[in-house]
């Protein structure tokens, strides 16, 4: 899974293809666990990773992380539980969970 290539700055044209590679398999993980669905999570995932791609030469390098972890927290596909999407048994009580 890679995202699509935007202009950016020589300073961040190393980072961003590095800062990728180091969130994405969290990422999916967060996803899958958010919508029950590894492709509806897969696929968000790629959504994600292709628009932070294209802001990402616009935001301070110290910002990507939050900025990242927002665009996926916002992404309809994991927002809500996917058909046929479930939680492993141990995690069941998750959904139930509330923001501090």
Same mark, same amino acid.
């Given at each position: /899974?890679?995202?699509?290539?935007?202009? *950016?700055?020589?300073?961040?044209?190393?980072?961003?293809?590095?800062?990728?590679?180091? +969130?994405?398999?969290?990422?999916? +993980?967060?996803?899958?666990?958010?919508?029950?669905?590894?492709?509806?999570?897969?696929?968000?995932? +790629?959504?994600? /990773?292709?628009?932070?791609?294209? *802001?990402?030469?616009?935001?301070? /390098?110290?910002?990507?992380?939050?900025?990242?972890? *927002?665009?996926?927290?916002?992404?309809?596909? *994991?927002?809500?539980?996917?058909?046929?999407?479930?939680?492993?048994?141990?995690?069941?009580?998750?959904?139930?969970?509330?923001?501090?």
């Amino acid at each position: /899974m890679t995202a699509a290539n935007a202009p *950016i700055s020589s300073n961040a044209a190393g980072a961003l293809p590095a800062f990728l590679r180091g +969130v994405e398999r969290r990422a999916l +993980v967060v996803a899958e666990l958010q919508c029950g669905n590894p492709t509806v999570a897969e696929q968000a995932l +790629v959504a994600v /990773m292709r628009a932070f791609t294209g *802001i990402a030469s616009d935001v301070p /390098m110290a910002q990507w992380p939050d900025r990242f972890w *927002i665009l996926l927290a916002h992404r309809h596909p *994991i927002r809500v539980p996917a058909e046929g999407g479930h939680w492993e048994p141990a995690l069941a009580h998750l959904p139930s969970l509330s923001a501090p």
